[in-house]
């Protein structure tokens, strides 16, 4: 195993591990990012999710280095159970540049997470689509919905999320 991956071992899911250190190591040798992306594919759970929080850090100010990925996120990642990975998973798929057809697959892979079981995952959910109807006001309609649905069943952590992004939302529609 790589000493990357090893750095993220151990413990349990209450902590993020050495998860903070592993995206300074990756943002000095980018190149190590593809052995986060091997990581993820751990039968470890923990290290599987461990991998996704640094994964999501590193592209919150570099997400082009996602788009090597694009293909194993949207067929392989994105179907990983596992909710501390998918409510990493949930930003990294609004992060990526799409073609309509991939845009399609991602709203419908991201509207499937806010049947989750998680709260969390629910709520990543909903800002990765809000995300997007910021990128493209052509989807504003269906996320708004989708949204407001959500806020009308959901935990008080899920219902304030959700009227924040309806409020940003409304602001930007037509």
Same mark, same amino acid.
């Given at each position: 195993?790589?000493?990357?991956? +090893?750095?993220?071992? &151990? ?8 998860? /903070? ?7 000095? +040798? ?30 919150? /100010? ?12 949207? +067929? !392989? ?37 806010? /049947?989750?079981?998680? &709260? ?15 990128? /493209? ?28 992004? #309806?409020?940003? #939302?409304?602001? !930007?529609?037509?």
């Amino acid at each position: 195993m790589h000493a990357l991956l +090893q750095s993220l071992s &151990g413990g349990d899911r209450r902590s993020i591990g050495e998860s /903070n250190r592993v995206v300074c190591l990756v943002l000095e +040798q980018p190149e190590l990012m593809k052995v986060l992306f091997q990581g993820i594919e751990s039968a470890d759970p923990l290290l599987r999710m461990r991998c996704a929080d640094a994964i999501e850090k590193i592209t919150r /100010n570099r997400p082009e280095w996602l788009f090597p990925y694009k293909r194993k996120l949207l +067929q !392989e990642l994105s179907k990983i159970e596992q909710q501390e990975v998918r409510w990493h998973v949930a930003p990294l798929l609004a992060r990526l540049p799409l073609a309509r057809e991939e845009e399609c697959s991602v709203l419908n892979i991201l509207l499937g997470y806010t /049947n989750d079981r998680s &709260g969390i995952v629910k709520t990543m959910a909903m800002q990765a689509l809000a995300d997007m109807a910021h990128r /493209n006001p052509r989807l504003l309609p269906d996320v708004k919905a989708r949204i407001e649905a959500l806020v009308a069943i959901g935990a008080p952590a899920m219902k304030a999320r959700g009227k924040k992004l #309806l409020g940003r #939302l409304e602001k !930007e529609s037509p």
